[in-house]
């Protein structure tokens, strides 16, 4: 901005604001030119009566005018016309009425929470797989997530989706969703997360969980019907599987193949891995609690956490963290009975 002389233009452009001083005083004299006005127009209604009438006329109209008041560097209209709503001329030079942006804001802000809050809203399971079902093994009891009805549309072979640490079986649902398409499909919660119930929760060695998904595939066509037709001395028979696992689930898939190959745990004709490298996923069990516990404990909804597990890019497809979050939280009521917040599982 350019400094300088008052050229009656203002700085760059701009228009100076009025003198108060100078404001006041052309409104006293206005006030007196107007009785002065009224004086005459009076003393020459007794020369000429077409005179007066109109002079009465013009004078009532200006007396009844609402002149401008100074307010916050504007011109605001006082009387009838500031309570018009549209005034396209302001009356002695002032300004029709400031909108109230307080209002519109306020609902601007309102709106913007509510799609903000919709963008990171929950989806349902069911909207990703056919059947949620729970298989018990032992004492421990496995939440099962089952895609593709008919084994006659989608022929023998199974996907088993094993899902990586501190996630759940939803994590596969978008994957899911295509895959049943053209195949059946079983994801199951891991031993600690999601909603599966296990006497003991903290057991994560490989040794462990790779036991864990022999034991439930095993269960989880013993307990259901999805087995295929033949069945073996009265046992129903696991079918073709090709296994595939997300990160520390592709580091157990890597085991379990191998495994199943040498003791026939499992049929296991295919197997694929995703965003894995299996010493570091294994070496990184024995730091899996100290690993969550760096991340907030718990958050007041569940918009909230799906939004941190998207912007944290623990989970970058959104759609994934809107299904696969809330398994791994709980809901807990604080001290005051009224206010809940939502806490890691794990």
Not at 138 to 153: P, S
Not at 179 to 185: I, N, P, Q, S
Not at 210 to 230: C, E, G, L, W, Y
């Amino acid at each position: 901005m350019s400094g300088g002389k008052d050229d009656g233009v203002g700085v760059d452009g701009i228009a100076p604001l009025p003198d108060m001083a100078s404001m006041m005083a052309a409104r006293t004299g206005r006030q007196r030119d107007r009785v002065n006005n009224a004086a005459n127009n009076n003393n020459s209604n007794n020369n000429s009566s077409s005179s007066s009438n109109s002079s009465s006329t013009t004078t009532a109209s200006a007396a009844a005018r609402p002149r401008p008041r100074f307010a916050g560097g504007l011109l605001r209209l006082r009387g009838s016309a500031a309570a018009s709503s549209n005034s396209s001329a302001s009356v002695g030079g002032g300004l029709p009425p400031a909108p109230r942006l307080g209002l519109r804001l306020g609902l601007g802000r309102r709106a913007k929470q509510n799609n903000h809050e919709s963008r990171f809203a929950p989806l349902e399971w069911n909207d990703y797989f056919d059947e949620k079902t729970f298989v018990d093994v032992e004492q421990d009891r496995f939440c099962c997530y089952w895609a593709g009805q008919k084994r006659e549309a989608h022929g023998p072979v199974v996907f088993v989706l094993v899902h990586g640490g501190g996630h759940s079986a939803l994590s596969w649902a978008v994957a899911a969703k295509t895959l049943k398409a053209t195949h059946r499909v079983l994801a199951f919660d891991m031993r600690g997360h999601g909603y599966t119930e296990c006497q003991d929760e903290k057991d994560f060695s490989s040794k462990r969980l790779v036991q864990d998904i022999f034991d439930v595939v095993r269960a989880f066509f013993a307990q259901t019907d999805k087995s295929r037709a033949s069945e073996d001395d009265g046992h129903k028979q696991v079918p073709p599987i090709v296994i595939a696992g997300h990160s520390l689930g592709g580091a157990l898939v890597v085991r379990a193949a191998d495994e199943a190959q040498r003791t026939r745990a499992l049929p296991i004709v295919g197997m694929a891995v995703v965003d894995v490298v299996e010493g570091s996923a294994l070496k990184a069990l024995v730091h899996m609690r100290s690993i969550v516990s760096s991340i907030p404990k718990s958050f007041p909804t569940l918009e909230r956490a799906i939004q941190w597990v998207f912007r944290s890019r623990t989970v970058r497809n959104l759609e994934s963290a809107r299904v696969s979050t809330r398994p791994q939280l709980v809901e807990h009521t604080l001290a005051d009975g009224s206010t809940k917040e939502w806490r890691w599982r794990l």
